[in-house]
């Protein structure tokens, strides 16, 4: 079985799809010749040709605007995004068309389509590159709103994402692009949007995560073990649809939930888990839930983006915090 | 080629059927079949009698708010009758006469004013995207639709209509840029109507003609008389039939005027002059294609008297029946948000449900 | 004393303002001769010249990138944005900028500017004319976001966006426009950023609510007072420097709450409500946090709106559950 | 006038020194006293050093992601040599020569790339922006800062740089229309150096020049040999003046180069060809600036020499000086959101800051 990083797995799978499906067109800025800045789509434009992966101008509302009307007419887009900062020069497009054409014409005209960019900061770069930007995706009704955090994943979801019938938004944790490697299988497989992984399973607390920070979790999670606390960790994997039924299940259980994100704390995805569980498995809480994420302050320039990133010892000890609540 | 000929940067335009009728550049005529010009004439006529009467209806308070079409009958189903059916039509929402051309039944047309998206999916055979509210963002679609012809091998090619409004769009820039670069098949017709609700078109840009536009994108563009339903002919055929041979695309500028209020929400007199409103109303389209039509014993008094007699009845037919049955469906609005259901959205459909049941409000 | 509905309270303070601050430009699609579609800026480009107050070609994105350098350059721009659907094709120059750039410069250039537009549903509107997108600007660092509910809200919520140091985002519901009418002072007074107001005191639930719903609001608050049940009604008057510490005050005296909004219900406003009262006042629930909001579903055309605008009658059995839920 | 003179549609590119340094436009060489012309060569030089010290520092690790500037010195320099004092400039990301020139201090420029705001808050005396990442949204503030001069009768012009990958985002679209509508007294600087990352500019758009897509506007643009300073000088000068005359905006087309790589994360081998980048380098700015200066006899090879060690040297002790106190404060990412903190925001810095506090990291 190959081994693969998540950049790996990302291309591996549009490699696979492109080839079983010929209506599947690849584009963004720097994506044709140069395969994408961080090379996801290397070689598909010398296999598949320039017609189906090509380079555009920098303009992000064309790129995705393009796109609706290409899915209309029978292809499917993938397009590319450089950076999630860039996202919102398209966000007209994507909220007043792409997330409403079905509902829109009742059917008549739907949009099959993945808007993939890269998300989330630690890798020191510019301003606008490192924002987690999923909340304000999430909240749009029409969206259905994807992050993987393994290679194995990745391909997985990205095909689904490939052979979904509506828009996919695909946010790719870049600070985990190239950290580590993974069996992919070279089969064909599928991991359903709308569900999530338990990645751990545990009876003391849950926590649920996604993109970048399950692996930082899971470091915090590891010394929790040493101290004998078992946390189940939930890895979100989409965040809308969101698996409601899987958390619900699991705060039963455990009586106590703490949400980990690397996006700021306000208005956040994390919030929406939280007021969740409140609506259905209230009686169960046993603690408040609670949430490790970046402060509600604007993303740092590197030499200050340590203070922002969620440190895993905050994690940890927000785990302590909240197992230790006695009502 | 027009294109050339009529180049906007040296203050052309192209004219055929002058304001009296007059043909005044023969060799530029479309060779139309009568029956075909008749069966134009009576297209333009309709579109004014479905116009005039969905604003009754709305004064009456019966349909909701509506963007009146009246003067802009000629370039829209001038150009909207260059297309072949396999061809692709992205709308603003003025568009009344472009819709009626390409076929929409009319009972669609006034389902979507009437505020049902019932009013949106038009039938499978017609190929026209539903009404955009966002200004120009349907110029992408357009190009998205052209490109995907075009890498298909498909003998296709698309059109959007937009306002002079609409050139000041960044989605307007966007889209003629992306048409130039990969030489999409598409038609991107500019109605110049002078006006943006109240807003004169020199408050939109300092350029002299819209026309012009086009050189910024390596490609040209063609200022037409939008009110000479032949001119509107030639011009988008010509550009239809380079679209189809790979030439890339072409912007029209119709320059036409919107003879009544922006929409049904809006006063134009607030704004404007009564006597430039009257001066347009010389140009009229309707009036000059009649003139010429009657002048080859095509079209009379008589013959029009009938057919608006005829139009109105079927209209009235066609909106009592709206008032019956369209209103919108409760699943509905659930329904189409994605192809299925999701988990949140079936939870929250029953229970919404369950509430308007209840009340019997359903 | 003058009696205003809110487009005149909305004017009036404008119209003040404009006299005594002469860096104030007011600008819009619309906007100067005509006076606003909305009319509230009516005569302003009369009075104060077609410099201070003029139309713009249609570009949102142009509208408010080119009062980010007004503001710098020493004037005070309010920019009308003809409706909440159009805001989007604006969103990257209020995200990437007017919500940085202090903090980019470190203070060297700061952006005193006003983003006003009308929101919300049911006055039988084209599509894009109808939403409520409050949480995505709420989830902004760097912006305020303000909703007035009444006339004399109006007045001194703007006067107090237009003193203010930074960037605000006025959402004006245009519901209310004209619904009513109110005494509104001709004197100078402003309402604090940052400051809800509570509209009626209550012990048996905490109701917080803004904009257009405060009224539907309190019908059902009234139809419940006559059972017996007396809830506190909060009207947030600002969704972003939310004013914690009222509504965290009230549940704690009440143990419950509600929310109520026009927006979708999922990642919504009403979501960090209910995690801040989580983080808070988690000992003092009596009941399960619960939110009356629109399903999450795309705003339906008019004919099918009465199914998403939250229903008076949705509110007062909200309440009703809230007040008899037995822990 | 030089935009009439140089029309972009007929071809015409402005040069007056070619690349082997001589003069081939004598009546249009811009006057400049001799110790100026050595000034603002000293300007080039300088900005050579820096760009590659920063390059080498990223090499080895010590500087962050940076964007190098060699190759565009002439036409960053001789365009904001063309600015007074009192003038706005709204940078892109790659204009470190105008900066310099600008008289902004290197330590402000480098903690930039360091990785620290600091580096953006310039002196109350020098008039520019922020470094503006997203693509061409800084041509609206510049349209804005032109507008407030205007209303508020100051005498000040603005300008915007931004490159020919730029061009294609609406925001440019958007700015330029604006510009033209309110006739604000801004120069669009669009440096064409060929290349956006990996992507040729025939990709970016099918119109033959940059320059001319300023008649889409209403205003003139202009090709300008952009390696050639005094040609740049030139062009600049007659829009700033037009600018201040009242005449409106302009749209110069710098034609350049970027001779190294887009950042110091991209490795452009992959996607051009070295014998393109050779030729260019022939095209140098600073070459044949410095020929021009010998043949005049006011700069030689010892001049140079000490010149570039004494500058190196100025720019080690900066970058070690950074080093050494470059860091963020972590109050900073607090305390400069809003004007006052927020109440939630003063909580969580209290919490986000006893963390690290006890952990000894600040
Ligand atoms: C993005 C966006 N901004 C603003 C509006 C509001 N609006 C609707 S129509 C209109 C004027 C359009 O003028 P034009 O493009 O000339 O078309 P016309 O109405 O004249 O047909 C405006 C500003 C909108 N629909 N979309
Ligand atoms: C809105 C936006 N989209 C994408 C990017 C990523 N990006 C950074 S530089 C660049 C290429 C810019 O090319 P050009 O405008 O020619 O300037 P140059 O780099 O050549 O100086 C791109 C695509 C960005 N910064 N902003
Ligand atoms: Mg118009
Ligand atoms: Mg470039």
Redesign the pocket.
Known sequence: MPVFNNIQALNYALMQEMEKDPSIVVFG??VGYEGGVFRATVDLQAKFGVERCFDTP?S?SGIVGMAVGMAINGLKPVVEL??CG?TY?AFNQIISHVSRMRNRSRGRYTLPMVIRFPFGGGIRALE?HSESPEALFAHIPGLKVVAPSTPYDTKGLLLAALRDPDPVIFMEPKRIYRAFKQEVPEDDYVIEIGKANIVKEGEDLTIVTWGAMVRDTLKAVEKANEKGIHPEVIDLRTIAPMDRETIIKSVKKTGRILIVQEAVKSFSVASEIIALVNEKAFLHLEAPPARVTAPDIIVPLPRGEQFYMPHPDMIYEKINEVVNFLT | MLVDQYNPFEGKMLQILDPDGNVIEEKLLPEIPEDELVRLFKIMLFTRVVDRKALMYQRQGRMLTYAPNEGQEACQIGSAYALEQRDWMAPAFRELGAWLTRGVDLKTLYLYWYGNEMGSKVSEDIRILPVSIPISSQLLHAVGLGYAAKVRGLDEVSIAYFGDGGTSEGDFHEAMNLAGVYKTPTIFLCQNNQWSISVPKHFQTASETFAQKAYAYGFKGIKVDGNDIFAMYAATKEAVDRARAGEGPTLIEAYTYRLGAHTTSDDPTRYRDDAEVEAWREKDPVKRFRIYLEKRGLWNQEMEKAFVAEKEEEVEKVFSDIEQNGGTVFDDIFMYQYAEMTPILREQYAEWKAFFQERGML
């Open positions: 800025e720097d920098i992000e450089q950076f860039f020069p606008h």
